[in-house]
């Protein structure tokens, strides 16, 4: 059973950084999708970042520039790497799996929760000013 365990949620001043990980286990898919999202308070989910099992990775325009998604493929570990986090960053963020799959190039992120068959629980990131 494929589980997602996410962790690195906290309390970070805006302009600060955070590293949010997730822990993946129960497969044994070598190609594969994987994706963060968020969700702020009152606001729909939504995909931020996306990489496949090579490396390649997109992020949506809220977070270009400032979050770097990576992933450790011998750990099974899928990290984002937050920077000059601002208040709208507070959100709920999730770690999700597409598996197995091609990669990511076939999704669009307005539609990405869609293509996910695994979620984690999520982990609160909250930006004070």
């Known amino acids: 059973q494929v589980q997602l365990v996410e962790s690195g949620g906290g309390s970070v001043q805006t302009g600060g950084s955070q590293r949010l990980a997730c822990e993946a286990s129960?497969?044994?898919?070598?190609?594969?999708?994987m994706a963060w999202f968020r969700q702020a308070p009152g606001k729909e989910r939504e995909a931020i970042a996306l990489?496949?099992?090579?490396?390649?990775?997109r992020y949506a325009d809220s977070v270009k520039g400032r979050f770097t998604i990576s992933n450790d493929n011998v750990k099974n570990i899928l990290y984002l790497q937050m920077n000059s986090l601002k208040p709208e960053d507070t959100a709920m963020y999730y770690c999700?799996?597409?598996?197995?799959?091609?990669?990511?190039?076939?999704?669009?992120?307005?539609?990405?929760?869609?293509?996910?068959?695994?979620w984690g629980k999520g982990t609160r990131v909250t930006i004070s000013s």
């Open positions: 990489i496949d099992h090579e490396g390649n990775a």
């Open positions: 129960g497969y044994t898919y070598s190609r594969y999708c």
């Open positions: 999700a799996a597409d598996l197995p799959a091609r990669g990511c190039s076939d999704i669009e992120f307005k539609y990405a929760e869609v293509w996910m068959d695994y």
